[in-house]
């Protein structure tokens, strides 16, 4: 079992930056794949971001070049700093382990989640 606690999430206006992180309650170092996903209201859940262990990561085409993710395998914790922000990325964020090679792949393949943060953007 793993528990994932995601924090930092937060109502700011468009063009301005946010940093969520996850807390894993196991070693984050043998984790086949981190990743952010998110819902937004009358949506699927998306995958946003992916770490492996080895450190190959991926990204949405949406969120490439504006966000960034990143662990620390010595704090046990997930990260994902969000940079020009968009009314567009408004959704709720949650962190998510696997063992799928495609990472982010589908949310099916993943299996433990936290409970999500709410990520508002206003205009």
């Known amino acids: 079992q793993v528990q994932l606690v995601e924090s930092g999430g937060g109502s700011v206006q468009a063009g301005t930056s946010l940093r969520l992180s996850c807390a894993a309650s196991r070693n984050t170092a043998y984790m086949g794949c981190m990743a952010w996903f998110r819902q937004a209201p009358g949506k699927e859940r998306e995958g946003v971001a992916g770490i492996t262990s080895n450190y190959r990561i991926s990204y949405a085409d949406s969120v490439k070049d504006r966000f960034t993710i990143s662990k620390d395998n010595t704090k046990n914790a997930l990260y994902l700093q969000m940079n020009s922000l968009k009314p567009e990325d408004t959704a709720m964020y949650y962190c998510?382990?696997?063992?799928?090679?495609?990472?982010?792949?589908?949310?099916?393949?993943?299996?433990?989640w936290g409970a999500g943060t709410l990520v508002t953007i206003s205009t």
């Open positions: 998510a382990v696997g063992n799928t090679w495609t990472c982010p792949g589908s949310p099916n393949g993943m299996d433990y």
